[in-house]
């Protein structure tokens, strides 16, 4: 009977962690770890011939995860928000390479990109080739440099 309890802990724990592959990350890999903490503790148990230890030791495992571990492992797998190339442009400076003004069209690069700019409204002028301007809003395509 003592070793039955021990197995019973590696089973569960194996169960566990083949329904969070089976889940993907839908659970945070909270499944996986937890099955792992139920397999060492059932290990263990069966090791030493002691079912309160194997108890003792997945119960231990589990609480040292979710006190310490979980909240930085969450952290370091959430997907981390990237800008879109869209949003990503808004702010940054570009390199005029076709005349811009407000009422026609140009080209400026910005990174390794060539994008359609028009300069912003209230802007006194036009950006020649070569002149540096800051990207302030996105319209489609077409970006509004200041």
Do not use: H
Not at 22 to 43: E, Q, R
Not at 66 to 77: E, G, H, I, Q, S
Not at 104 to 110: E, L, P, R
Not at 112 to 125: N, T, Y
Request: hydrophobic share 50%; charged share 15%.
């Amino acid at each position: 009977m003592r070793n039955m309890v021990n197995w019973l802990l590696i089973i569960g724990g194996g169960v566990l962690m083949i329904v969070e592959m089976l889940l993907g990350a839908a659970t945070g890999f909270d499944l996986m770890l937890i099955g792992g903490c139920l397999v060492a503790g059932g290990a263990v148990g069966l090791i030493l011939g002691s079912t309160q230890v194997g108890l003792f030791t997945s119960g231990a495992l589990a609480l040292v995860y979710f006190l310490l571990f979980r909240r930085w492992l969450r952290a370091r797998l959430a997907a981390k928000e990237q800008p879109s190339n869209v949003d990503a442009v808004i702010g940054r400076t570009g390199v005029v390479t076709v005349r811009v003004t407000a009422q026609q069209a140009g080209q400026i690069k910005v990174g390794d990109e060539i994008w359609r700019a028009v300069l912003a409204s209230g802007a006194p002028g036009a950006r020649e080739p070569g002149e540096t301007v800051t990207v302030e809003s996105v319209s489609g395509v077409t970006l509004t440099v200041r």
